[in-house]
């Protein structure tokens, strides 16, 4: 059967909106190897900050959930297998609220 639930972090430098399709590609490329395995599968990305960074994230991983998730996350992306539903869906966070509604996300075959 599948596994659970798999959730990935990642920190993306030099965060500007032209980078969003960028950042599709890079989702596509992770989710693309594994997802299939997982009934639900996120990936949630922050924009690089002075708090929000490798350094500070390696010398206190709390600051994920004190600090970044309310200040410098800016998107999960979402696989979810349930039954014959399979979505992917892709939502947008500002100062961790979500600020656009969960859209059906474009084929990453695309």
């Not at 969003?20 to 997982?38: G, K, M, P």
């Not at 960074?53 to 696989?79: H, T």
């Not at 039954?83 to 075959?109: H, M, R, T, W």
Request: hydrophobic share 35%; charged share 30%; aromatic share 14%.
């Amino acid at each position: 059967g599948l596994k659970r639930h798999k959730v990935e972090h990642y920190i993306v430098k030099n965060h500007q909106i032209e980078s969003e399709l960028l950042i599709d590609s890079l989702v596509c490329a992770i989710l693309y190897e594994s997802y299939q395995e997982f009934r639900h599968y996120d990936i949630l990305l922050y924009k690089e900050s002075r708090m929000t960074n490798r350094k500070k994230l390696l010398e206190n991983d709390r600051i994920l959930d004190r600090y970044s998730q309310q200040n410098d996350w800016i998107y999960i992306y979402r696989w979810f297998s349930a039954g014959k539903i399979n979505a992917f869906i892709k939502v947008e966070i500002d100062e961790g609220q979500y600020i656009s509604e969960p859209q059906q996300y474009l084929s990453c075959d695309e």
